[in-house]
């Protein structure tokens, strides 16, 4: 059975850091592109950012809004992927999920999802 | 930015019923279309990817459609189950962007 699992979450002041953690099992975590996603309460999904899968060299994408504060890794021998947020924001706020790309015979479609940490931002 | 527009935002409707959700995309994405459904406080569960193929496991009665910028998400015929919010994402170019969703509530 295909899971992942995210941790990590909790509450953080303004311009502090957090990493987030998503633990797979089930599946070959290394066959595949990760994302992550946030949620604000109240508001639809919104995408953060994505890995290639190692065999597509493992690279990254982000949303603007992200971009220069966030990064996203993974460690395929641990099937853990990572989120490591940086002067985070009030905006930052919201439910982070991470999610398996479907990647074939398509990408950019998401077909499991985990049950999503709560990241707050508040002093 | 590929913007997602759905419509419409909300939408009442009684068990059996069939029901259409449309999205647009503000450029054309070929069929690179996906559609979620979000029970409250669970992550979205994706239904249709590539426009029109059923993610396994999904009931037969939800089907997609579209190409290039206009899409459609039918329910054949509504059960209860599927009073949720739902919503499109282009699949087509980074950033992933989303439709605002539609909740379709029980009349």
């Known amino acids: 059975e295909v899971q992942l699992v995210e941790s990590g979450g909790g509450l953080v002041q303004p311009g502090r850091s957090l990493r987030l953690s998503c633990t797979a099992s089930?599946?070959?975590?290394?066959?595949?592109?990760m994302s992550w996603f946030r949620q604000a309460p109240g508001k639809g999904p919104e995408w953060v950012g994505f890995?290639?899968?190692?065999?597509?060299?493992?690279?990254?994408e982000y949303a603007a809004s992200v971009k220069g504060r966030f990064t996203i890794s993974r460690d395929d021998s641990k099937s853990l992927a990572y989120l490591q947020m940086n002067s985070l924001k009030t905006e930052d706020t919201a439910v982070y999920y991470c999610?398996?790309?479907?990647?074939?015979?398509?990408?950019?479609?998401?077909?499991?999802w985990g049950q999503g940490t709560l990241v707050t931002v508040s002093s | 930015d590929i913007q997602m527009t759905q419509s419409p935002s909300s939408v009442s409707a009684s068990v059996g019923d069939r029901v259409t959700i449309t999205c647009r995309a503000s450029?054309?994405?070929?069929?690179?279309l996906a559609w979620y459904q979000q029970n409250p406080g669970k992550a979205p569960k994706l239904l249709i990817y590539?426009?029109?193929s059923l993610q396994s496991g999904v009931p037969s009665r939800f089907s997609g459609s579209g190409s290039g910028t206009d899409f459609t998400l039918t329910i054949s015929s509504l059960q209860p189950e599927d009073f949720a919010t739902y919503y499109c994402?282009?699949?087509?170019?980074?950033?992933?962007?989303f439709g605002q969703g539609t909740r379709l509530e029980i009349k």
């Open positions: 994402q282009q699949a087509n170019s980074f950033p992933i962007t």
């Open positions: 890995i290639r899968k190692t065999a597509h060299g493992g690279t990254t």
């Open positions: 089930g599946f070959s975590f290394g066959d595949y592109g």
């Open positions: 999610s398996r790309d479907l990647t074939y015979p398509v990408t950019k479609s998401f077909d499991y």
């Open positions: 450029q054309g994405i070929s069929s690179a």
């Open positions: 590539a426009a029109s």
